[in-house]
């Protein structure tokens, strides 16, 4: 991720028209401003916690409960688990590092370890990550079938 890797800033409802499929969708205004209140490289919604416009009301006297609900990703620090819903804000710690939106698809197919250049033949956000969520991530199927090759020898 970062514009250092070849993922240019964008915002939320982002549509990328490419093979790179760099997309994310939009967000309500109230979440826009629930993220701005998020600390960057790993904040999470305990951010907005005291402010009673944004605090959501299944979260009042909770605050040691769901903190990667709209947490952000770190920099230098592992992702979380990718799952079908990493393209929500709503749903994990799935919050870019610095941008105030969620993982674009591209972004969640490259810590699965999908390559830059992989396409997917589907121009739909749910379905894309949910193929994305529940695929064994590509190096890791790589490393189990070396595994298996070697252990026969």
């Known amino acids: 991720m970062g514009v250092d890797n070849g993922f240019?800033?964008?915002?939320?409802g982002h549509k990328d028209s490419t093979d790179f499929y760099h997309t994310v969708p939009s967000i309500s205004d109230k979440n826009k401003e629930r993220l701005k209140k998020v600390e960057k490289d790993g904040g999470n919604r305990l951010g907005f916690a005291n402010d009673p416009e944004l605090q959501l009301k299944c979260f009042i006297g909770r605050d040691e409960s769901f903190k990667d609900t709209f947490g952000r990703l770190w920099w230098n620090r592992?992702?979380?688990?990718?799952?079908?819903?990493?393209?929500?804000?709503?749903n994990g710690r799935f919050v870019h590092p610095e941008e105030d939106r969620a993982l674009s698809i591209r972004e969640g197919a490259t810590l699965q370890s999908f390559p830059k250049d992989y396409v997917f033949k589907t121009k739909s956000i749910a379905k894309t990550a949910?193929?994305?969520?529940?695929?064994?991530?590509?190096?890791?199927?790589?490393a189990i079938g070396k595994a298996i090759l070697n252990s026969a020898t």
């Open 8 to 12: 240019p800033c964008i915002e939320p």
């Open 130 to 142: 949910r193929m994305i969520g529940n695929a064994v991530p590509p190096k890791y199927a790589e």
């Open 78 to 90: 592992p992702s979380p688990t990718i799952t079908t819903k990493f393209f929500s804000v709503s």
